[in-house]
């Protein structure tokens, strides 16, 4: 439970065997290839050591038609995969497998050719869906479109605006075109289709006087020969066998994707590929040789040890500088209880290499807060439930692994603190037996507390008398232990970087402050409260300088007070969250139970789903929030970057664990 060790490796190997070399170091899994160091200003130097490149553009472009092919396949043929199924597992050696690469990019770019026909025919199918769309009006037309004159007249097709004044257009082209007719095809909703013939002598007065009535000549069916109805016949005989060209192309698609979870395969080899590529760009080379500089785990160097021996190398490394901390990647080592909180960790940025790991502290309070503020047997239950069931069947690794870990651990401890204030889906087991008129709890009264004068009853009614109360007194409790805990980690941060006068008092000073106020308070001693006051003014004094040493006792004063108490009554939002989600849940059982038993079982789903996704966003934002304002605030050290080894990263399939 601890950041790992780093040390920083130098490499100088045969140019030969860089390819071998670099797959065991991918196989190892446990070194960084950084960008190599400044070269010197030698000159002799410079011009013997060099990058090259690694064919990383055409790697990618390679990878890229893969995956485009795959998501090709999924769009015209998806597959059936069961709810939860787990990933394939295959060993190292399938994935270094290049034999098939070849012939998988050759199956993925005919899976692109037959998509660019896909789009081709689209496209025509379109064009010919238009066309089809222009001709219907025309069906009445008898002539063949192509002709377009006679020896005297001209032949036009156009339209005019539904609204327009037909007979008063026909007259108007008579009296100022003689010999001129206009007849009305067909019209609808929008547009009126008409064929004018004009005499050609006469043509642009009788184009005039059309234009008058917003005629305009029918562009969509200029080019085409045959009367309209033979034009409709080709029209949809072209889209007939559009659509079997198109099907036969989807079907010859849905062929090709027999091979999908090979081309799955292909593609996380492509991804180990570029990696060594990309490892490859980062080398110093010269004719004969090369040089690697990257960071190992300290605790595999043996294991590096053991794979180096079989090379023509020389190496060596060396700890960290202890003054650039920025330098040193940072992987956290944690154990089951602790590994789902890296969700948590690398939300927020992870620790600093000369930091502390916050994982071992995050577990235990959050999920103890966000069982504090779920706080329901039921809905706890449900969080375990789906937690363990997505790991036992879907078996995922990674983020989702983690997230269904933290799930099933805040599931046990809502399910818990559900128990201790006797909550099932609210008061429904009360509430569905005064239904049958019946008296029915779930838990009994099964321990009382007693604190001073005051008796306590478990399980806790939270809608009952001062028991609100004691949960804010409780969450307030459980405010300050964790607060104490941040400032104590900051004190040990800064006695081991040798601030112990600062930490004692200005840190320490305000804890002092406080004990001593509650002693008083119990009418012990005052002493340890003047101790506290004189820890803070000396913290005040020596920090200042001329009058800012007077302002400065001020000034802590002030801040020590408003940042104490805000952060102290930061951690009622663990009662308000909790007598939210009990108060809405009894709700929904109330006005379900205003119906009987009919209304109460849709009113009780519904509500309750609503109240369990709310309930489950606004635990999790809030113990987040905490975790990130209070408590890291007293101590947390980011800025660290996250260790990215050499290593085999898959996205289809899973690398074989070692028992």
């Not at 071998?20 to 030698?42: F, H, I, T, Y």
């Not at 038609?65 to 295959?90: F, I, Q």
């Not at 007849?183 to 002598?201: C, F, G, N, R, T």
């Not at 590994?339 to 502390?356: K, S």
């Amino acid at each position: 439970m601890a950041i790992e060790k780093m040390k920083k490796l130098r490499l100088l190997a045969v140019r030969a065997q860089r390819d071998a070399l670099l797959k065991d170091l991918m196989l190892l899994g446990c070194l960084e290839v950084s960008e190599p160091g400044s070269v010197q200003d030698d000159e002799a130097e410079s011009i013997v050591l060099h990058r090259e490149a690694g064919g990383l553009t055409k790697l990618r472009t390679d990878q890229a038609t893969l995956s485009g092919a795959l998501r090709l396949m999924d769009k015209y043929a998806p597959a059936k995969s069961k709810l939860l199924s787990p990933k394939p597992e295959v060993s190292e050696d399938v994935i270094l497998d290049e034999t098939t690469l070849e012939d998988n990019l050759a199956l993925a770019e005919r899976v692109e050719a037959l998509d660019e026909k896909l789009r081709r025919i689209g496209a025509e199918e379109s064009r010919q869906r238009s066309l089809l769309e222009a001709l219907r009006p025309w069906q009445a037309l008898d002539l063949p479109l192509e002709l377009t004159e006679t020896e005297r007249t001209a032949v036009l097709l156009g339209t005019m605006p539904a609204l327009s004044d037909f007979p008063s257009a026909q007259a108007q082209l008579e009296a100022e075109a003689p010999e001129a007719q206009l007849y009305l095809v067909s019209s609808d909703k929008e547009q009126k289709y008409l064929v004018a013939v004009l005499l050609k002598e006469r043509l642009q007065e009788g184009l005039h006087v059309l234009r008058e009535y917003g005629f305009s000549t029918a562009t969509a069916l200029a080019g085409l020969a045959g009367t309209v109805r033979e034009n409709i016949s080709r029209c949809e005989e072209r889209r007939r066998a559009l659509a079997q060209e198109h099907r036969e192309t989807v079907a010859q698609v849905a062929a090709e994707a027999a091979a999908r979870d090979e081309l799955k395969l292909c593609i996380d080899r492509m991804s180990a590929k570029i990696a060594r590529a990309e490892a490859v760009e980062r080398l110093q080379n010269t004719e004969t040789a090369f040089l690697l500089e990257g960071w190992v785990l300290a605790r595999k160097e043996p294991e590096l040890a053991q794979i180096l021996s079989k090379y023509d190398c020389a190496w060596e490394t060396e700890d960290p500088d202890p003054e650039k901390p920025q330098e040193v990647p940072v992987k956290l080592r944690n154990n089951k209880l602790t590994r789902p909180y890296n969700v948590i960790t690398e939300m927020y940025g992870l620790p600093a290499y000369n930091g502390l790991d916050p994982n071992p502290f995050i577990m235990p309070a959050f999920a103890l807060f966000f069982g504090i503020m779920f706080a329901d047997m039921a809905y706890g239950l449900i969080m375990l439930a789906v937690g363990l069931i997505v790991l036992k069947k879907a078996k995922p690794r990674g983020t989702i692994r983690n997230m269904m870990g933290m799930l099933v651990q805040c599931g046990i401890t809502a399910f818990i603190m559900g128990f201790f204030t006797g909550s099932f889906f609210g008061d429904a087991v009360s509430v569905l037996g005064s239904i049958f008129g019946k008296e029915w709890t779930l838990i009994p009264t099964f321990a009382t507390l007693h604190l001073g004068g005051v008796a306590i009853d478990l399980p806790l009614n939270l809608l009952e008398g001062n028991n609100p109360l004691y949960v804010l007194l409780g969450a307030m409790c459980l405010g300050v232990i964790h607060l104490a805990v941040g400032v104590g980690l900051g004190v040990y941060f800064k006695f081991r970087d040798g601030e112990w006068l600062d930490a004692i008092l200005n840190d320490l000073s305000w804890w002092v402050i406080l004990i001593g106020l509650a002693l008083m308070l119990l009418d012990v001693t005052p002493v340890v409260l003047y101790v506290g006051i004189a820890m803070m003014v000396l913290g005040a004094v020596l920090g200042g300088k001329g009058f800012g040493r007077i302002t400065g006792i001020f000034s802590a004063v002030y801040n020590g007070v408003t940042g104490y108490l805000g952060d102290i009554l930061s951690y009622s939002r663990l009662m308000a969250l909790m007598l939210a989600g009990s108060v809405i849940a009894s709700v929904f059982n109330q006005l379900g139970a205003l119906g009987g038993i009919w209304l109460f079982i849709p009113v009780f789903l519904i509500g309750h789903v609503l109240n369990f996704g709310l309930n489950l966003i606004g635990c999790f934002v809030h113990t987040m929030r905490l975790q990130f304002l209070e408590f890291f605030g007293k101590w947390y050290r980011d800025g660290g970057r996250p260790f990215r080894p050499l290593a085999i990263q898959t996205k289809y399939v899973y690398i074989k664990e070692d028992n």
